[in-house]
């Protein structure tokens, strides 16, 4: 039993020089992989100076800090003027309810009347102070709101008219709806002049062919 117990092991004692052999030598490392550098492009604004910064695990020097607070800056201050001027030149800037040529013409038609509803925040307040200097008179201040709310309602009504037959008629495929543009008209129409954003482009001579036209 002993002797057959060796003669069966001897295969295995067999196996493990033949399998080492071979290989010879030990196996070679897997050479090491490069890391591609970032292109050497210079960072334009502040953002992407914090990201280069996080990137390659260095921090900007103050100089570096204080140059990239003025680029953001002089950027804020770009993106500002753009917004404010109403000139589709500067579409890029305005923010998205803005956008379009179809608001642009909104804009221009509502810029380009005189209505009651520009008036309106100005007479609502001298209203609210009638009403505490002149206590018996709040019936007479109260015909005076009612007529004034009719007289935006039907303002509106024309307004809405007006929008409806000049968008559809120059862009007859667009995709903005009607109660949108509606919606966008009266409350622009119902802000101080002065403070509408972006900025009045039109003057109350303006004609129908003038509207939503470039300005240079």
Not at 51 to 73: C, M, P, V, Y
């Amino acid at each position: 039993m002993g002797k057959k117990s060796a003669e069966a092991a001897e295969p295995v004692e067999e196996a493990g020089p033949s399998a080492t052999g071979k290989k010879g030598k030990p196996t070679p490392k897997r050479p090491k992989q490069v890391k591609a550098r970032p292109p050497a492009n210079p960072p334009m604004t502040y953002k992407e100076k914090r990201k280069q910064a996080k990137s390659g695990n260095s921090k900007l020097t103050k100089e570096q800090k204080k140059q990239a607070k003025s680029d953001l800056r002089a950027e804020r201050a770009r993106i500002a003027e753009g917004q404010w001027k109403g000139d589709p030149l500067f579409d890029k800037y305005h923010l998205a309810r803005d956008r379009g040529p179809e608001r642009l013409l909104v804009r221009d038609i509502v810029d380009s009347r005189r209505t009651i509803a520009q008036y309106f925040f100005a007479i609502t307040m001298v209203l609210l102070l009638a009403t505490n200097v002149f206590p018996t008179a709040v019936g007479i201040l109260m015909l005076v709101w009612v007529a004034m709310m009719a007289g935006l309602a039907l303002d509106s009504y024309f307004l809405c008219r007006k929008i409806k037959r000049l968008v559809w008629k120059r862009f007859p495929k667009t995709e903005q709806r009607k109660g949108g543009l509606y919606w966008y008209a009266i409350q622009r129409s119902i802000m101080f002049r002065s403070m509408r954003n972006p900025r009045v482009r039109m003057s109350y001579k303006a004609t129908e062919e003038d509207l939503g036209q470039v300005v240079r």
